[in-house]
């Protein structure tokens, strides 16, 4: 089990910056991460490899969310932190950058639970709109009409941020 835990002390701040973005909320992010993780111990044999485990704990983490909308019970909630990189990993802080990142956060919340996941797999995990299908358990077409949806009210409610990226093939 060194190996898990080795696993597990790596890669937990990237799995909790991914959780964040899919849940909004830092409390549920790292309940989401902790499930994930519970979950990939107890396959860890069936794995067959370490480079397997990081693969297996994103799928995990995106069915465990996908399940908690479904079931309607995870209440969203705003909260006046975001998780920060730490200090030996983040470079200078510059205000614009901070600006940008409250206004993206903000955004990102105000759109629903389904329409952050499809973004963020889209477009942070860079994920292609089959595998982000597959790992929400929706179809191709739920995940481009979310993704319309999502960037549509991003626009509506941050009109700052459409000049910073727009997905190829995406209309304006």
Same mark, same amino acid.
């Given at each position: 089990?060194?190996?898990?835990?080795?696993?597990?002390?790596?890669?937990?701040?990237?799995?909790?910056?991914?959780?964040?973005?899919?849940?909004?909320?830092?409390?549920?992010?790292?309940?989401?991460?902790?499930?994930?993780?519970?979950?990939?111990?107890?396959?860890?044999?069936?794995?067959?490899?370490?480079?397997?485990?990081?693969?297996?704990?994103?799928?995990?983490?995106?069915?465990?969310?996908?399940?908690?909308?479904?079931?309607?019970?995870?209440? $969203?909630?705003?909260?006046?932190?975001?998780? $920060?990189?730490?200090?030996?990993?983040?470079?200078?802080?510059?205000?614009?950058?901070?600006?940008?990142?409250?206004?993206?956060?903000?955004?990102?919340?105000?759109?629903?639970?389904?329409?952050?996941?499809?973004?963020?797999?889209?477009?942070?995990?860079?994920?292609?709109?089959?595998?982000?299908?597959?790992?929400?358990?929706?179809?191709?077409?739920?995940?481009?009409?979310?993704?319309?949806?999502?960037?549509?009210?991003?626009?509506?409610?941050?009109?700052?941020?459409?000049?910073?990226?727009?997905? $190829?093939?995406?209309?304006?």
């Amino acid at each position: 089990m060194d190996e898990f835990d080795s696993f597990v002390r790596a890669r937990t701040p990237a799995l909790l910056r991914s959780a964040y973005l899919l849940t909004g909320d830092q409390h549920l992010a790292e309940d989401l991460v902790q499930s994930a993780l519970a979950r990939t111990h107890r396959s860890w044999k069936r794995l067959n490899a370490v480079e397997n485990a990081e693969a297996y704990t994103r799928r995990t983490m995106y069915h465990l969310q996908v399940s908690w909308w479904r079931r309607g019970r995870v209440a $969203e909630s705003l909260t006046d932190q975001m998780p $920060e990189p730490r200090a030996r990993d983040a470079g200078p802080d510059h205000a614009a950058h901070t600006t940008l990142r409250i206004t993206l956060r903000n955004a990102l919340l105000k759109l629903t639970n389904r329409q952050r996941a499809v973004l963020v797999l889209r477009f942070f995990e860079d994920r292609t709109e089959a595998e982000a299908a597959d790992l929400l358990g929706v179809t191709i077409g739920t995940v481009k009409s979310q993704t319309a949806k999502a960037l549509a009210r991003m626009r509506a409610v941050a009109p700052e941020l459409a000049d910073l990226y727009v997905p $190829e093939g995406s209309a304006r």
